[in-house]
């Protein structure tokens, strides 16, 4: 191995494009590029969108796009296509294949020792920026051409995995959506001939705490990033009492947890609540609580309506407020059009759920171990 200055061995390529007469179809913006994902899973397209003048700089097929914001969010990508992306993304390649393999380029950049670097040297506070001249001095060991070759087919065999790990984690969640169709028809309709009436008449919303309520004991604290847009509700963190008793939302053992502020209801915070301490829990002001109603609801029920692409999308179109401080009032709620099923099949649908969580830990388990071991190989043989 021998040590290497980055910018010694990687070009930062600045080819532009003449807008007024740019040959191509797709750009590709910062959000277009997601967190430690080297794919490209979205793009846009000139001819429908309105693209600002920054959208001026040309990538190839194969070469790596950085984002030069905010990188600590390591929105690292192998472009699949050609087009344009924005003057603070960077459009990388390796100076010399005989010395530096393009395949293992953005694993170095993924690296920890690079991430540390670009973030101590960004500049600003609010959108924090990093300059190629100050990655260029970043430096690494480099291993020789073939040990190049053996860590770049590992690291993209293992990042193959990762992805056919995550599709079955979304098909699952797909899987369990599809059942619901199945056994109950989509929310809204009444394709079962069981009758529209409203969510609000299918559980208790927003229920009050119970006066009888011990002050003596504590219980679990959930607060907005304790909540998951898979349906995991965090519950270790404990709370006495009298610091939650003012100022938060109540809710109780199995009931249903809705973010109602955005952009957390568009991602899909929510979940069931289990496992609370001493079966109650106090959180944050911006979730909705929906409890069901024994004999007539069952809580999973309630949680997969919520979790409908089409649901949200209704609740959203339903907000009050401006800006980020847009709420799903508890109205949309009440007034939202259900059939209900009889308990008996909701209690066979929870069922399901419970078998498609069991399916969905271990993957997540086993996606957990490969994320280990394949950030290991990257920080042991490139910083």
Known sequence: MSKVKFGDIVTDVKNKVDRNNNPYEFYVAGDHMDTEDLQ???????????????????????????????????????????????????????????????????????????????????????????????????????????????????????????????????????????????MFGKPGCDTKGWGLTTLGNCCELNPRRPKDINTELKYSFVAMPSVSEKGIIDTS????????????????????????????????????????????????????????????????????????????FDAEKGMTGTGGQRRVPITFLEQYPISLPPIKLQEQFEVFVHQSDKSKFELEQALTELTATYKKIISENLG
């Open 237 to 312: 963190i404990l709370r006495p009492y009298t610091e939650v008793c003012k100022g938060f939302t109540y809710f109780a053992e199995n009931d249903v947890l809705f973010a109602k502020i955005t952009p957390c209801m568009e991602n899909g915070k929510g979940g069931v609540a289990v496992g609370l301490r001493n079966g109650a829990g106090f959180g944050s002001t911006e979730f909705h609580v929906l409890r069901a109603i024994i004999g007539k609801s069952n809580p999973y029920w309630l949680y997969i309506i919520t979790m409908f692409r089409n649901f949200r």
């Open 40 to 182: 490209i899973h979205r793009k846009g397209i000139f001819a429908s969108d309105d693209v600002g003048p920054a959208f001026i700089r040309e990538f190839k097929e194969g070469q790596i796009l950085y984002g030069s914001r905010r990188t600590y969010l390591k929105k690292v990508a192998v472009a699949n296509f050609e087009g344009v992306t924005a003057n603070t993304t960077f459009v990388l390649e390796t100076s010399d294949e005989k010395k530096f393999l393009q395949e293992l380029l953005p694993f170095v950049i993924l690296s920890e020792g690079f991430t540390k670097w670009s973030i101590m040297k960004s500049k600003g506070s609010t959108n924090p920026y990093v300059l190629f001249s100050d990655l260029a001095d970043y430096e690494f060991e480099l291993p020789d051409i073939e040990k190049q070759r053996e860590l770049a087919n590992v690291l993209w065999a293992m990042d193959a995995t990762k992805k056919s790990y995550q599709k079955l984690l979304l098909k699952t969640d797909e899987l369990v959506k599809s059942q619901f169709i199945e």
